[in-house]
């Protein structure tokens, strides 16, 4: 069985500030994905950023990196220059071995201007 | 690309009623999903097709559950004798390879 686990119920960042955001797993999967997606108030989810387990280099997409720790079993992600349109829930969450994706229980982000 | 279209937004039942749920996804898009989310909780995964075909599907979805993709297009989830305990969002999302799901905005539920 996989399990995603998110710390942090709440953070808070300035604008322009960085934040990280973590996340831990587990899984018997040799081959697994992670994903980090965002929930604005509008409810949609919306793919922020995509690792695959055998990569080893971290995924990066423009103001959104990871820190992917395979042997810790840990993947977190930094949002650097933080704007106000990041504050949102961002869940992170894990898939091997289906189709179906395992999902943290979300931290929210509060971005201050 | 219109992107995921869930129908309707909201709906408000009373318990013991039937509720159908319908998703379109994206038109090339042959791979299908619905999750659950409760409120504070991530989404939980319900069931998953490729194409026509019910190829997954979570112990969540007891027999009071049943989805359908007839014709490998549209989706519609439907729930009988629902219960309180079924208050929550639907969320479908599609996907043509798997490796990106594109979600809809939901279907919340309330059941009174």
């Known amino acids: 069985a996989q399990t995603v686990t998110q710390s942090q119920p709440e953070m808070s960042v300035q604008e322009a500030e960085t934040v990280t955001l973590s996340c831990t797993y587990d899984?018997?999967?040799?081959?697994?994905?992670l994903f980090w997606y965002k929930q604005p108030p509008s409810r949609q989810m919306i793919l922020v950023i995509r690792?695959?387990?055998?990569?080893?280099q971290n995924a990066t997409e423009n103001r959104f990196s990871v820190n992917f720790q395979k042997a810790a079993k840990s993947f977190s992600l930094k949002i650097s220059d933080s704007q106000l349109g990041d504050a949102a829930m961002y869940f992170c969450?894990?898939?091997?071995?289906?189709?179906?994706?395992?999902f943290g229980k979300g931290t929210k982000l509060t971005v201050n201007p | 690309d219109t992107g995921v279209s869930q129908d309707p937004r909201h709906k408000i039942t009373k318990r013991g009623q039937n509720v159908t749920f319908r998703c379109d996804p994206i038109s090339e898009h042959n791979r299908l999903y619905w999750y659950r989310q409760t409120l504070g909780q991530g989404p939980e995964f319900l069931t998953y097709?490729?194409?026509?075909?019910?190829?997954?599907k979570s112990r969540l979805l007891s027999d009071r559950f049943s989805a359908e993709r007839p014709k490998g297009s549209f989706s519609t989830l439907e729930i009988q004798r629902t219960e309180q305990g079924d208050s929550a969002m639907y969320l479908c999302?599609?996907?043509?390879?798997?490796?990106?799901?594109?979600f809809g905005s939901g279907t919340q539920l309330s059941v009174l």
């Open positions: 690792q695959e387990a055998y990569k080893q």
């Open positions: 899984t018997s999967e040799s081959d697994y994905y």
């Open positions: 999302a599609s996907s043509d390879r798997g490796e990106k799901l594109f």
């Open positions: 097709f490729q194409n026509e075909a019910q190829l997954e």
């Open positions: 969450a894990s898939q091997g071995g289906s189709e179906k994706l395992v």
